[in-house]
Nanobody, 114 residues
């Protein structure tokens, strides 16, 4: 059974940082495509960052230079380091794995507010 569990969300002031983590189980982590998505109120879910098995990362333009995605194949985890957070980063963040099919975590709330 595939499971994805996110952690690390919370409330932060503009300019602050948060680190999200996703712990996976039940998949061959080394060959999966990992990613973080987010969904703000009233908006569609959007891709934030993805990372391939060979560590190639891709980011949505609005987070380039601020967010960094990483993965630890030995621990079957992947993270999203978010720096210089902005009000518009407020959303529920979901970790995602594509391993023959799509798998999603339940989401973690990130709120950027002064």
């Amino acid at each position: 059974q595939v499971q994805l569990v996110e952690s690390g969300g919370g409330l932060v002031e503009p300019g602050g940082s948060l680190r999200l983590s996703c712990i996976t189980s039940g998949i061959n982590f080394r060959i999966g495509l990992m990613g973080w998505y987010r969904q703000a109120p009233g908006k569609e879910r959007e891709m934030v960052a993805t990372i391939t098995s060979d560590m190639s990362a891709n980011y949505i333009d609005s987070v380039k230079g601020r967010f960094t995605i990483s993965r630890d194949n030995a621990k079957s985890t992947f993270d999203l380091q978010m720096n210089n957070l902005k009000l518009e980063d407020t959303a529920v963040y979901y970790c995602h794995v594509f391993y023959y099919m799509h798998y999603w975590g339940k989401g973690t709330q990130v709120t950027v507010s002064s």
